[in-house]
């Protein structure tokens, strides 16, 4: 059993740390008011601008190749991220339809910049990536130590401590406040004087940085290249966390990390004794089923910031 | 009036047009020749007979996965699992196919019906959440696409086949392969499915505007308290939407099942019918009309697309952009309106 939990526990964190960081750019853009189904296509750009970066700079930058990609991926994400912005913000189009259109927009636009660039339908693998890695001190805590920070990725940790700094960040600070306040009475905001456009454009811009970091890191640590199918559903399943974890980021890293147990399971499920005898089917569904049935109230009904979904017009009641 | 209704033709084809622009600059930012590129794609559509049946081939699952996306639109739901929808109606499709042997007049409408029950109660689990539990729709239907995903695959390989990758091909009286299609075209997949897409359409505009239960689906997608408070019951009209739109979604995929393919594969990801199904409703205006319109501009495009690469040398993934980019304009029509009205009164 312990053995299991050895292999499970550093299974779900590395399968989790990506889903993490999208999920809480989820959080931060549907706070602000607006719904971001694009997080795939967000992801997308940030998997294909990170295996580009790393594959073209691996000479130049040498080990410190990995972060500058998930820098880069962040950028582009972020500025990817405008259009739906604009679309949803600016010119008031269905959120949702919006957020298609960039999962759309992504996938095609990447593969075609591959096929343009490398002739192929995918990329190279990569050479240079993050390494395993013992938590100093930590690890030698018997038996949590091995479990929890033996042989484990940075990423793991740093998307950890991100969602504790974006908790701090949207219920500490005035500007957290700002930025729920436009996600659930923008009229009240604006009588405030607070900018509500101008924090929308934040909420989905971050969404965006957040979401590239997300895919940039499950390229560079899980995929190794970028294909067709690098991000199938990731984001998705990030939106999922989003609401399993009630809109709150630290709700939204435990739903992440709840789904890559559920995930770590299915990949590994195999070798473990007691999970042997369940056909595979089962450990694949379990995370959307249990999506599923955590929304219809098993664990407490939470609602969505009040303003989200909705464009804001000035001076409409 | 008249100048809204004259918005709705014309907003769709400014996307259209401004989708195919931009994709003629991206072409030539990434040093392809947008005239030779799009040249290979007309050829690629209208060229050749085969082309032609294969685009009609195309059309006719975007049709029906059209209608069901915009089914659920007027009843004010957004359906995102017609993917899942159709996955599963493939499946049931050729389960029947392979599993009876009937007479045909039995056993292809059989097939048919089986498939669209099958999309049907994928489309009925959403639709009772959201009723009874206020669970929302888009979210749910997400997790029902993946999980008909694996459920399929696994139904696949270990109930209908021993272990194998894929079934074998339905049999003759299940399947809507024409060999008249095949002759005009040079043996494109062309099969009679077009028939049942054009049917279904004909189908939704008649409920939705000549019944009184259309009225009513209508009236629940416009207002939900208005319809509750003139006596309508909203939630069982949310399930019934949504049902009605599981069932086109399914036969989209009996299409697949028993007209493209005749058999039904492990599948590694989604097939793509259904998410292009949400492009075509928001082109088609969610109008039955509309749909069949942009359901062929849609089939051709992608099918088009293929000749691309050998042509023009320009990846096919171009026609992928173009379309995303006509979504967004579309969607984005607040701004395309706004325009338009400040040409017209500039004009005065």
Redesign the interface.
Known sequence: MLQALEIIIPTALFVAAPLIFTALGGVLSERAGVVNIGLEGLMIIGAFVGIVFNLNFVDVFGSATPWLAILAAMVAAAIFSLLHAVASITFKADQVVSGVAINFLALGLTLFLVKNIYEKGQTDRISMSFNKMDVPILSDIPIIGKIFFSGGYITSYIAILAAVIVWYVVYKTPFGLRLRSVGEHPMAADTMGINVTKMRYIGVMLSGAFAGIGGAVYATIISRDFGHATISGQGFMALAAVIFGKWHPLGAMGAALFFGLAQGLSIIGGTIPFLKDIPTVYLLILPYVLTILALTGFIGRADAPKASGTPYEKGKR | MNLNRYMNLLIPIIAIILGLVCGAI?MLV??YDPIAGYSALWYGIFGESYYIGETVRQVTPYILTGLAVAFAFRTGL?N?GVEGQVIVGWLAAVWVGIAFELPMIIHLPLAIIVAGLAGALWGF?PGF?KAR?K??E???T???N??AL??T??LIR?VITDNADKTEKVFPSASLRSEFFENITDFSRMHYGIFIAIIAAFLMWFLLEKTTKGYELRAVGFNHDAAHYSGMNVNKNIILSMVISGAFAGVAGAMEGLGTFEYVSVK???TGIG?DG??VA?IGGNTAIGIILAAVLFGGLKIGALNMPSEAGV?N?????V???I??FV?????IRWILLRFKKEGK
């Open positions: 991206i990434s040093g957004f995102i689990i959440l539990f669970v929302h888009v979210i749910v997400i997790m029902m993946y999980v694996h459920v695959n696994a270990d590694g990801g989604f998410f949400i492009a928001l990846p993934e171009l026609v992928e952009i379309i995303a980019l979504i967004f969607a984005s029509s607040y701004f």
